[in-house]
């Protein structure tokens, strides 16, 4: 090891040690603060704090269960859990107790999370320079996102970088897939799409076929894939920096019963209620109309989940990604640090009560929640066909319905700069964090 690179590992591990010190600091602070100023009352405190959040869960609950007088009570109940906590801590005077020992310990865990993060995070997706292209061919939706093709000049800035630009114009439903491998067997060397993930997959899986690049714009709604790989969804025109100046990831792609699929793919209660031609009118109102039948199997399929060994046996909701959601995020509303681990992420929710409803909170291990990974999942159901979600769009699926993933097919090409590249947080391991808060001395 060079002198100058073993210098920048110590102080790099000097700062880890200081950073896991601080964090058990702010931990004791916390824990004081408590002791000196609530005194014996922390342990009402915190009883107080975790009987509202139980009874809120519960509420909310209900609220998605129920129609009706109890629906509008426990709305009520949801609202008024918080509110009494307030009242119950400012009766007591320890609002501010509240304030600083949250305070401190939310500065404990983030400190405690930076001092394990280079030993514990996951690495990023290795990177390559990315081929040169002279044939690039980019296709276009002006519809999506509420038209920020246009908006974002996206097809002027894509023609001066040289790429030929198609735009699905026109009344008529166009075959993007079938317009896509056109252009790839006319010589096109590079495909790109501006347009929602379910646009995106489409076009990936033409480009995954003829062994090709391909560019993601994220122009739709959403855009979780773009997310996931660090791209700028807030403008989309930055997508194309890398024409000029990108690099090249390998990118694992997902199919759902012989369909292309780049994020993820949702079976049960949330695919039954998109599937409602009322719920593009008013998403809100259709999904309570909906969810009390489907939660309580007044309708719906009931489901069953083949994954790698094991089984998820009548889930009500099931989700499967391309490559697992974070640990702190398994329901699939936030971010993958990876996209080319070569496995499935499958989330089962199985909630029958209140108390099931509560028991979510604690996670992965609730009872109520299921998570695996595998290279292949297979649902079946009591009916030859079932609603999928398909990277959002609204489907129909023979069943059993096979979900395989293809590792490393897909080479996708990003800006060399991306303002959103993610690592996920690692978990917070206390007994990690004072070990290297009692190292003397660094490598």
């Known amino acids: 090891m060079e002198p100058t690179t073993r210098e920048t590992t110590r102080e790099r591990v000097r700062g880890q040690r200081w950073l896991a010190r601080a964090s058990l600091a702010a931990a004791a602070g916390a824990v004081l603060v408590l002791a000196a100023f609530a005194g014996l009352r922390t342990f009402a405190l915190l009883g107080v704090g975790v009987l509202g959040t139980v009874v809120t869960a519960a509420a909310v609950w ?75 061919v980019l296709i276009m939706n002006p519809r999506s996102g509420g038209g920020k093709v246009d908006r974002f000049g996206l097809r002027a800035k894509a023609e001066r970088l040289g790429a030929d630009v198609v735009l699905l114009e026109g009344p008529e439903a166009v075959d993007v897939a079938a317009l896509a491998r056109e252009r790839a067997a006319a010589g096109a060397d590079l495909l790109g ?126 989700l499967v990604s391309n490559n697992p959601y974070g640990a702190h995020d398994v329901a699939g509303l936030g971010r993958r640090t990876r996209l080319d681990g070569g496995v499935l992420g499958c989330v089962g929710v199985r909630v029958t009560s209140a108390a099931r409803a509560a028991g979510l909170l604690r996670g992965g291990r609730s009872a109520g929640l299921t998570a695996r990974t595998a290279t292949s999942v297979v649902v079946d159901a009591d009916r030859d066909t079932i609603p999928v979600g398909l990277d959002g769009e609204a489907v129909r699926m023979a069943v059993p319905v096979r979900i395989e993933v293809r590792p490393g097919a897909l080479r996708v090409i990003v800006p060399r700069q991306r303002p959103g590249t993610y690592r996920e947080r690692p978990p917070l391991d206390w007994r990690g964090v004072t070990a290297l808060a009692r190292t003397v001395r660094g490598p």
């Open 62 to 136: 209900w609220v998605l269960s129920r129609r009706g007088p109890v629906r509008y009570l426990a709305l009520l109940l949801a609202l008024a859990a918080p509110v009494w906590v307030l009242v119950a801590y400012a009766r007591a005077h320890l609002v501010w107790v509240v304030l600083v020992a949250g305070g401190l310990w939310l500065l404990a865990a983030g400190t405690g999370r930076a001092a394990l993060g280079p030993r514990r995070a996951p690495a990023p997706m290795p990177e390559a320079p990315a081929p040169a292209v002279r044939r690039p």
């Open 193 to 318: 799409v501006a347009g929602g993930d379910g646009t995106q997959a489409l076009v990936a899986d033409v480009a995954a076929e003829f062994g090709l690049p391909f560019l993601v714009i994220p122009a739709g709604t959403r855009n979780h894939f773009a997310l996931d790989l660090g791209l700028d969804r807030e403008d989309p025109a930055k997508a194309l920096d890398a024409l000029a100046d990108g690099v090249e990831l390998r990118v694992d792609l997902g199919r759902a019963g012989g369909h292309p699929f780049v994020n993820n793919v949702s079976f049960g209660a949330y695919a039954e209620v998109v599937q409602s031609p009322a719920y593009r009118e008013g998403k809100t109102r259709t999904t309570l109309e909906l969810l009390p039948d489907l939660l309580v199997r007044h309708r719906g399929a009931t489901l069953t989940a083949r994954v790698g060994g094991d089984e998820v046996a009548d889930p009500q909701a099931l």
